[in-house]
């Protein structure tokens, strides 16, 4: 039985073991790489997509989990308000090193500043403490999450 | 590789002039587009009638800043229009030699120092022969013309536009030694620069190793061998096979392989092989067995890096046991390597750090010539050294080869970290003495750890018996003192040992900078008057980046309430960087580091805005590995896999950091390595002053500061 979801706004239907991890499915059967593979485990973040706008480590998600949902990645979030804020503070601050987590820290900073239009240091720190980056750019992440979280505000 | 041999340096500048005289060599020949509306002089642009400029990048782009500093330099010399500048990654090619290496590779914190003056004259080239084409379509002398934002200019304001000049500029001879500019005109090198490959890497279109993919491709995970020349005892290759997708199982030296239609396949397949390995003498390999070698390397270290006065005649008043573990790299992106054996062709996508090397190596695996050997190299999710290693390239050869398909290897995390090539374990014996009036008149050094020289596989130990990586920065620290003995003594546990960001430095900035901490704490000194002091009247840069730090940091004033300043220095790669750290610790023992102010002087600069990432990042990674960081041992076998028993920084611990860079006209130093070496000891020396507890052994062990 083909596996049926959303990806970026878009139907899909999978015919994959279902047990496999969602993370899978988006770099393999739908060439959507831009989501990264880091641990396998949940640990490290850098395979975080939104599920119905909530951040999950799609490395960790079997596909049988997401089946009817639907799926944001780092190829489909600028679509939002919030997303577009985000990739744009990214850019203004230039926060990217090697890059390869930045997906994931990305996926995780929309969630927060979806929920929450002006996070806390304490806020940003509990929502973006599961996204590990071995260049060490957090404190770029932080004050692009601030940035966007100004833009994202004004006027409001 | 930390080390410049100059005979070498200038046999690589020579084998750049024949890079002039045959502008595009081998596959860059290839790569290049066969236009007749391209001016491409060398091998380093091209630029077509629509302006537009395309630097090709011989270096790897880890997160260091390559892809944007390589077009600096080449931009500048050119004076082309910053906004009409591009870059793509160049194939692997002798024309992109690192000059400092005389091969093609990127490591050593070498990019921008060793081709600073090469690809400059490379843009210097191009604007001379822009310039003589305009001289010609205009019939005026070419020194009566200037250029600026990619236009050649007249004396009376005409101009006109480098793409036009295109056809005529291709026709004009190569100049052999271009005029370079003087640091003093630089207009685009020492301006803080956004990255040009920040686009790509925040909307998900940026490429990295694991996201090459070619049509009939494989995935492979493999079961790797504890340490090499280990074979397996025995594996269920029939369970693994029963996984739904896998399609071969193949046995290789460094472990067995289960190939797939994808990753989710492969791991499974991987993980039901349940491979027992024949572990032989290595069984008995564990911490303890590693701390007891390295112990015996130290206790008879009589390879000697550094003799001054008469060591053996002072009495030492002070003595301390420094030692630190084996450390993983732990790139974000799992080592991974897609190969492809078309009969008497290889082709590689790849991020490594050595595409040259791995030419001649890959073609070795597959038995073909290095020319057949095409390397395409993509993004690397972090290197830190770890992927200057061919091990995953020939892997995958090897894989591919065997199983006549393109095959793509992706390490799971768990092989990646138990893989081999860590930074080695290191163990160092200091003995001191202090005069009346307290400065020290003895530091004598045993080393015991592994040699990096004799586990690279391109370099020797020399006949002195002193590996210089397992001593650098340990057996040239910049401080006075009239009787010094720095040994070496080689201790092999048995674990493959690799470049880890800053090599020896990692460790030895940490032994001596402590060490020198414990002098001035015996001699109720300032720890930074103490330094300054036993600097002399040499070491300018050393005391410069000392004192700018401190300035900044507001040492010698009072820190906020339980809040306490550590500080180091360390000149490595050519650069000089010293850091205070600010630190609280908890009752419970734990430090909290509250800031971070450095000062670095890497002489003249490239791209500041890198600069100042490239320490943030130093720090954060020397960070982790003070805290968290070690690779342990039992039963032969690393007892680490994954994020939750190898833990590194979060956002909630990364401190706040400062970077001030010297303003200084020296040649440029490197970047991506220097600011890890000062991070432990400066944070070391300030647990030091918040508890009085001398952190001896890295990872910090907090119990040890647990208030009674």
Known sequence: ?156 | MGHIDRREFLQSGAALSIGFTLPLSGRAAAAAPAASNTFAPNAWLRLTPDNKITVICGSAEMGQGVLTAIPMLLAEELEADWKLVSVEQAPADAAYNNPMFGMQATGGSTTVRAHWTPVRQAGAAAREMLVAAAAKKWGLPADKLRCERSHVIAPGGQKIAYGALVALAAEQPVPEKPLLKSSADFKILGKPTRRLDTPAKTNGTAKFGIDARVDGMLVAVMARAPHAGIKPKSFNEAAAKAVKGVRQVLAIPSGVAVLADGYWAAKKGRDALAVEWDMGDKAALSSAKVSEMLAEGAAKANAVALEKGAAKDVAATLKAEYEVPYLAHACMEPLNCLAWVKGDEVEIWAGTQSQGPAQGILSQVASVTPAKVKVNTLLLGGGFGRRFAPDFTIDAVLLSKLSNRPVKLIYAREDDMAAGFYRPASLVRFEGALDASGMPTLLRADVGSPSIMAASGFMQIPPTGVDSMAVEGLSDHPYEIANQRIAYGRAEPGPQVWFWRSVGHSQNAFFIESFIDEMAAAAKADPLAFRLKLLGDKHARHKGVLELAAAKAGWGKPAAPGVHRGIAVAEAFGSYVAEVVEVSVAADGTPKLHRVVAAVDCGLTANPQTIERQIESAICYGLSAALYGKITFAGGKVEQGNFHDYPVVRMSEMPKIEVHIVPSKAEPGGIGEPGTPPLAPALANAIFAATGKRIRKLPIDTSLLKKA
């Open chain 1, 1 to 156: 039985m083909p596996i049926k979801l959303t990806v970026n706004g878009k139907p899909v239907s999978l015919d994959a073991d279902p047990e496999m991890p969602l993370l899978w499915a988006l770099r393999e059967d739908l060439q959507l790489t831009g989501t990264k593979f880091g641990c396998g485990m949940a640990l490290c973040g850098a395979c975080t997509v939104h599920l119905d706008g909530s951040p999950i480590r799609s490395c960790s998600t079997p596909l049988s989990a997401v089946a009817g949902k639907r799926i944001t990645t780092i190829e489909g979030v600028g679509a939002s308000s919030t997303g577009k804020a985000v990739q744009l503070a990214w850019v203004k601050l230039d926060v990217p090193q090697c890059g390869y987590c930045q997906s994931g820290q990305i996926m995780s900073a929309c969630a927060l500043l979806a929920g929450k239009k002006k996070p806390s240091d304490a806020d940003i720190d509990n929502a973006m403490s599961g996204n590990l980056c071995r260049c060490g750019t957090y404190n770029q992440i932080r004050a692009a999450i601030k940035d966007a979280s100004a833009s994202l505000t004004k006027g409001a």
